[in-house]
């Protein structure tokens, strides 16, 4: 498990801690964010499909609860915050987990942690002046 700390204190450093993260990935990986409503989960996911060289405005996926975007590499984007049924959650990735030609980042990815043999765990807190993300590769 290797653990690294970033600060951010606005929403850009956040978008471009996010295109630091996106860089580092080749596809087939697995992001969990973690984080209150709020912390920049979505903000992350933005910088990582920039990374990504995808054009499409990347949203929060909370009422669709998936969405895609293509650049070099397809980004499927979860958000399970209305999701409690872990088995649903584990059907609705089953396709999309660990494909060499995406990455997909899951929102309240917590809750699936549990089934997931390998990730990279990115935990975000938020104090009044900074965000504080904390990422983890397991």
Not at 52 to 72: R, W
Not at 78 to 98: P, V, W
Not at 116 to 126: A, N
Request: aromatic share 10%; net charge negative; charged share 30%.
């Amino acid at each position: 498990m290797v653990e690294t700390v970033y600060r951010s204190s606005s929403f850009q450093e956040t978008i471009n801690f996010g295109q630091k993260l996106g860089k580092t990935l080749n596809g087939g990986e697995l992001i969990l964010l973690t984080g209150v409503l709020g912390s920049g989960k979505t903000v992350i996911t933005k910088g990582i499909a920039l990374a990504l060289g995808i054009k499409s405005i990347v949203t929060s996926p909370s009422f669709a609860i998936m969405n895609e975007y293509k650049g070099k590499l397809w980004l499927y984007h979860f958000d399970f915050y209305r999701i409690d049924d872990r088995q649903e959650m584990e059907d609705l990735l089953e396709d999309y987990i660990y494909r060499k030609d995406g990455i997909a980042a899951i929102e309240w990815g917590e809750k699936v942690e549990g089934c997931l043999e390998s990730y990279i765990r990115v935990d975000i807190d938020i104090d009044d002046l900074y965000r504080t993300i904390k990422v983890e590769r397991r």
